[in-house]
């Protein structure tokens, strides 16, 4: 797993938890640090959009290395409007 994570490009960490636990624990294990972070702590999944637009920001070099994005339940794709600034407005909560 470590040469596998040490040979990509961007390493981003998407993960439902606020603390960002799994980043820690894959760092602890394989020394390999994940410089991006996409948290989110609502007890809702992602919805693709949310995931695709950070993801695609990072790639496109438009994210500095060590930021920490986070999603909002009912508004996509995430609080930081620089980011994905043409995605839809609030959606409401589907159960």
């Not at 994570?5 to 993960?15: C, D, I, R």
């Not at 609502?42 to 500095?64: H, S």
Request: proline share 7%; charged share 20%.
């Amino acid at each position: 797993m470590t040469a596998i994570l040490k040979s990509a490009k961007h390493l981003m960490n998407v993960e439902c938890n606020f603390t960002g636990q799994l980043a820690r624990l894959i760092t602890m294990e394989t020394g390999v640090h994940m410089p991006y972070r996409l948290l989110k702590y609502d007890g809702e999944p992602f919805a693709p959009k949310q995931a695709i637009d950070q993801i695609r920001a990072v790639a496109q070099g438009q994210v500095k290395p060590e930021t920490t994005l986070s999603v909002v339940t009912d508004q996509w794709p995430v609080e930081i409007p620089a980011w994905g600034s043409d995605a839809v407005g609030p959606v409401e909560r589907q159960h």
